[in-house]
């Protein structure tokens, strides 16, 4: 897959060394990595361009966590058809009263593998593994 066929994401977390293996994985799946940042308002920045299949969002980041631009993604008509994969190192945070099941279409526990964050991005977009 490639040029206008590649799905898109984009990437936000606040760790920058967890930010690049998670480049690294999205290449990794075979899709185009339109932004990543580390900032919540910058990956909802990015997902509002549009064009985008897939936003991958650590739920601790300073100024506007992964939650809060979720909970933007999927009220906005525009872009509530993204698929979201939220990402934390905490259980508690990923599994508290659904607040997360709600707002995403799946979620990884920190620390996790790149080749397990390239599988699951696969997996949400419906895509081959590569030969």
Do not use: C, W, Y
């Not at 631009?69 to 008509?77: G, P």
């Amino acid at each position: 897959m490639s040029g206008a066929d590649a799905k898109r994401v984009v990437i936000a977390d606040d760790d920058a060394d967890i930010r690049a293996l998670m480049v690294i994985a999205a290449k990794r799946a075979g899709v185009e990595v339109a932004a990543a940042v580390d900032n919540g308002r910058d990956a909802l920045d990015a997902v509002r361009r549009g064009g985008i299949d897939l936003a991958v969002l650590d739920i601790s980041m300073p100024g506007m966590n992964g939650v809060e631009v979720a909970s933007s993604i999927r009220e906005d008509a525009a872009t509530s058809g993204t698929l979201i994969l939220m990402i934390s190192a905490s259980v508690q945070l990923l599994t508290d009263h659904g607040i997360v099941a709600e707002r995403s279409d799946s979620f990884l526990i920190k620390p996790f593998s790149p080749r397990m964050l390239s599988l699951r991005i696969r997996e949400m977009l419906g895509l081959e593994a590569p030969a």
